[in-house]
């Protein structure tokens, strides 16, 4: 439970940087040579480094537990949960095909994380 409790914190971790990432790129968005300075100047830009930087460290301790094949179809959510917080936070649209992936996605970790028996 706490290494499926750690992954589900990483991948959020990351998901809240990619937001991060997004905001900066809508400050900078009509921009025109100062740009550098406004992106250097971002509270987000940093806010963001520094969740990396937290989900790289949880990264490594939950490598020292978890065998690599069952930790990073995590990484995957966050294909599914980027999208929906850029709906919810930033009004953005996804397609109707995006359902079908995300479900496929969350399907496939389910998948991926069954333990069947040997035999």
């Known amino acids: 439970m706490t290494n499926t409790l750690s992954l589900l914190a990483f991948t959020f ?3 809240a940087g990619q937001l991060l990432f997004k905001k900066v790129g809508l400050e900078l ?3 025109t040579g100062g740009g550098v300075w406004r992106l250097l100047l971002s509270p987000a830009l940093y806010a963001s480094f520094a969740l990396y930087g937290i989900a790289t460290l949880l990264w490594i301790w939950i490598l020292s537990r ?6 990073y ?7 599914v949960f980027v999208p929906l917080a850029s709906i919810l936070i930033f009004g953005e649209r996804v397609r109707p095909i995006f359902w079908l992936g995300a479900g496929l ?4 970790i389910i998948v991926t994380q069954m ?3 040997k035999g």
């Open 115 to 117: 333990d069947l028996p």
């Open 13 to 15: 971790l990351l998901a």
């Open 105 to 108: 996605i969350i399907v496939g």
């Open 73 to 79: 179809p995590y990484v995957a959510l966050g294909v």
């Open 29 to 31: 968005r009509g921009e």
């Open 66 to 71: 978890v065998p690599l094949s069952r930790a």
